[in-house]
């Protein structure tokens, strides 16, 4: 799938909460270095793991589901295989009224909770990770995808 640059951009620029749904307390696990990178970036991550919940990440408690959640997200965030993704979209759009977004990670599509979310004018985005999108358009990506702060020698 392919999204306009300007597009992905206006998303980044707008949203203020997401919420990390399958996050892990893993740090090698990339649920969690992605949002801890979105946290760095002036994000409030909220994370959501029913195993972790009551635990606390990043400052903020780990919730078991969407609908634990007290406060407005502007954006759900999914780490979970693409069969969990209707029941996901489902809580979020009963949930939130005014959600802008739901951002299914790399290697994660499903084309029916897509639509369905769309047709209620809530902005989908499939196979893409925020932090790469976010690094790839702000100027942030360097050697082999990654900032390392080290500049690369010429061979």
Known sequence: ???????????LRRTKTIAIVGISANEVRPSYY???????????????????AGQELFGETVYADL????????MVDIFRKPDAVPAIVDAALARWPELQTIWMQIGVEHAEAAK??????VDVIQNRCPKVEYQRLFGELRMGGFNTGIMSAKL
């Open 67 to 74: 609908n634990s959640i007290p406060d407005t997200v502007d």
């Open 1 to 11: 799938m392919t999204y306009p640059d300007d597009f992905l951009r206006t998303i």
């Open 34 to 52: 992605v949002a801890r990178y979105l946290r760095l970036k002036g994000y409030r991550v909220i994370p959501v793991n029913p195993g972790l």
């Open 116 to 121: 369905i979310a769309e047709a209620r004018g």
